[in-house]
T-cell receptor, first 114, second 113 residues
Framework: DADVTQTPRNRITKTGKRIMLECSQT?????MYWYRQDPGLGLRLIYY???????NKGEISDGYSVSRQAQAKFSLSLESAIPNQTALYFC?????????????FGPGTRLTVL | RKEVEQDPGPFNVPEGATVAFNCTYS??????FFWYRQDCRKEPKLLMS???SGNEDGRFTAQLNRASQYISLLIRDSKLSDSATYLC??????????????FGAGTRLAVHP
């Protein structure tokens, strides 16, 4: 079984709809992240969380919100989806600790906003 | 200027070829450097870290040139299974307990028979 799972894997929605993307992990990691990937651009960080009570904005948080329901669960919401939020979304996790810790990515959610 | 820049490719090479990718970064204070591999429509996975002295893992060699602010990845004896996009990743600084990672857009490699 995958260590980091994301649901749904694909979603097509309309402008103005509320969408929630979910991420679960069984790696026991404290840190979780949400990124988006667009063609020709690198992954960009939306939000990150170091534990259940810790939520931090990344570089492109506008239009998004998150919830860390448990150590293993981190969800991303688009309150009112718009077409330029069409992208591939990845959840990632890493272990606690100073310096770099390898990030482990989920399989991604392909979101299309019409 | 992008913080991390890569040639998008694609690099089309025959099996057995040697291919090299370069990546430049803008933040001279960056301390950590990595190469991730991403297969088509899949998630990125860590390929290797890049150390100041350079490091090798089988057919893969990574090197860092701090003075010129670039990182390289050399793949020898290319295999069909090496076909993927290679992401250059640089530590963008330590802020609020988080070691921010900056991802390049990736270089696509296609190895053909």
């Amino acid at each position: 079984d995958a260590d980091v799972t994301q649901t749904p894997r694909n979603r097509i929605t309309k402008t103005g709809k509320r969408i929630m993307l979910e991420c679960s992990q069984t790696k026991g990691h404290d840190r979780m992240y949400w990124y988006r990937q667009d063609p020709g651009l690198g992954l960009r960080l939306i939000y990150y969380s170091f534990d259940v009570k810790d939520i931090n904005k990344g570089e492109i948080s506008d239009g998004y919100s998150v919830s860390r329901q448990a150590q293993a669960k981190f969800s991303l919401s688009l309150e009112s989806a718009i077409p330029n939020q069409t992208a591939l979304y990845f959840c990632a996790t890493s272990a606690r600790g100073g310096g770099f810790n390898e990030q482990f990515f989920g399989p991604g959610t392909r979101l299309t906003v019409l | 200027r992008k913080e991390v820049e890569q040639d998008p490719g694609p690099f089309n090479v025959p099996e057995g070829a040697t291919v090299a990718f370069n990546c430049t970064y803008s933040n001279s204070a960056s301390q950590s450097f990595f190469w991730y591999r991403q297969d088509c429509r899949k998630e990125p996975k860590l390929l290797m870290s890049v150390y100041s002295s350079g490091n090798e893992d089988g057919r893969f060699t990574a090197q860092l040139n701090r003075a010129s602010q670039y990182i390289s990845l050399l793949i020898r004896d290319s295999k069909l299974s090496d076909s993927a996009t290679y992401l250059c990743v640089v530590n963008g600084g330590f802020s609020g307990g988080y070691n921010k990672l900056i991802f390049g857009a990736g270089t696509r490699l296609a190895v053909h028979p």
